[in-house]
Each structure stands twice: as C-alpha cells, then as structure tokens.
T-cell receptor, first 119, second 113 residues
Framework: AQKVTQAQTEISVVEKEDVTLDCVYE???????LFWYKQPPSGELVFLIR??????QNEISGRYSWNFQKSTSSFNFTITASQVVDSAVYFC????????????????FGRGTQLTVWP | SAVISQKPSRDICQRGTSLTIQCQVD?????MFWYRQQPGQSLTLIAT?????????ESGFVIDKFPISRPNLTFSTLTVSNMSPEDSSIYLC??????????FGPGTRLTVL
C-alpha cells in the first residue's frame, strides 16, 4: 500500500534559522515520483519539486534543498535561512508510475507540516 | 507547467442545494483529478475525471453525490449534490502533465450552512 508520513505536525522557527521537514513514504512500486507542495494561508497549492525514484541526486533551488534517500524511503526538505514568507503548510506526496489505468498519476499525500517562521 | 483556473473561487450555500465547480486548463492534459481538503486536513482524492467516459471514484465517494463531467482534454466539472455542512471544504482540481508534474488549481472554498 502507498503511504506518506510527515511526522512533524507543526514547526516554529525564528527567521534565518534553517529548518528541515521530514517525509517518509511506503510503496511497493519500483518506479514512482515524489513531490513537495507549499500551501500558504491563501489556500492554493504551489508545486515545489518532483523527484523520480531512479534519480537519487539531491537538488538545490535557491534556499530550498531536497535530500532523497531510497535506502530509508525518505525525501526530506530543507529551507535555509528561513523567512516569514516561508510560513505555510508543506505537503509531501507520492505518485506511482506503474500502469494502473485511470488512477495512474493520483497523488497520495502526507498530513502536512505547518511551518511558522517568526520575525 | 499548466495554468489552471477554477470557478467559483468560493461560495456559501444552503444545505440541500447543489454546486457545480468548473476547472479549465490552458493546455490539453490526459489526467485530471478532483481532490477535497476538509478544514485543517490533508488532501483526499475524490475521483479521476476521464475524458469521454465515466469518472473513476475513490472509496467513500459516489457518482450520485459528486457527479463529474469531462467533455474534453481541457475542461472538467465537479458537482457537489444535496450538500450538508460536512461538505464544507476546499475542492481542488489537479492535472498531470506529460512531464509527470502535477499542478493544482487555486481551489474552491465551499461553506455549507
């Protein structure tokens, strides 16, 4: 079965601190995709990154970085030098790449982590 | 990427009525999905909107309550029927692009009184 676990419900940091959001997943598929989304208070879901299961290279985009470790089934997200605008709920999600007909591509979401960055 | 619009952005409805939410994408996509996000919760898949055939519903969601149309590759509607306060949620349309990325519309905030 597919499952995404975000054990941290809420995290509070002070501006300029680094913060890591944890994501652990379960799947029986050998090929899958992992995603991170940001949901600010306005409610829209902002796509941040997609990672293929066969590409374990870490990725950096500005202050954001992602650490994908297949051995531990984790896909953690780090924000460096956090800012108040980073305050949001962050969701980790999993999508299978296998041929399952019309449900191919559906996302399995974690419960989300509420990040609050204080000035 | 894909640009997705949803209408209405929010609505307040009376119990027992129905609301139809529209989702428009700026490019043709194969896969379109409808998700629900109840207050303070994560996202739950309602159904996959299939072009030219009936939608595929997840466990706990039925066509009579959430009828879906997908007349072409850029448009879909979700109707929330016979609404009750428990249907108060954000409803989000999502698309999967050929590049395997998945984008979401801005959502429809529904409040049922």
């Amino acid at each position: 079965a597919q499952k995404v676990t975000q054990a941290q419900t809420e995290i509070s940091v002070v501006e300029k601190e680094d913060v890591t959001l944890d994501c652990v997943y379960e799947t029986r598929d050998t090929t899958y995709y992992l995603f991170w989304y940001k949901q600010p208070p306005s409610g829209e879901l902002v796509f941040l990154i997609r990672r293929n299961s066969f590409d374990e290279q870490n990725e950096i985009s500005g202050r954001y970085s992602w650490n994908f470790q297949k051995s531990t089934s984790s896909f953690n997200f780090t924000i460096t030098a956090s800012q108040v605008v980073d305050s949001a709920v962050y969701f980790c999600a999993l999508s299978e790449a296998g041929g399952r007909g019309s449900t191919l591509g559906r996302l399995y979401f974690g419960r989300g982590t509420q990040l609050t960055v204080w000035p | 990427s894909a640009v997705i619009s949803q209408k209405p952005s929010r609505d307040i409805c009376q119990r027992g009525t129905s609301l139809t939410i529209q989702c428009q994408v700026d490019s043709q996509v194969t896969m379109m999905f409808w998700y629900r996000q109840q207050p303070g919760q994560s996202l739950t898949l309602i159904a996959t909107a299939n072009q030219g055939s009936e939608a595929t519903y997840e466990s706990g969601f039925v066509i009579d309550k959430f009828p879906i149309s997908r007349p072409n590759l850029t448009f879909s509607t979700l109707t929330v029927s016979n609404m009750s306060p428990e249907d108060s949620s954000i409803y989000l349309c999502s698309v999967r692009t050929s590049g395997r990325e998945q984008f979401f519309g801005p959502g429809t905030r529904l409040t049922v009184l």
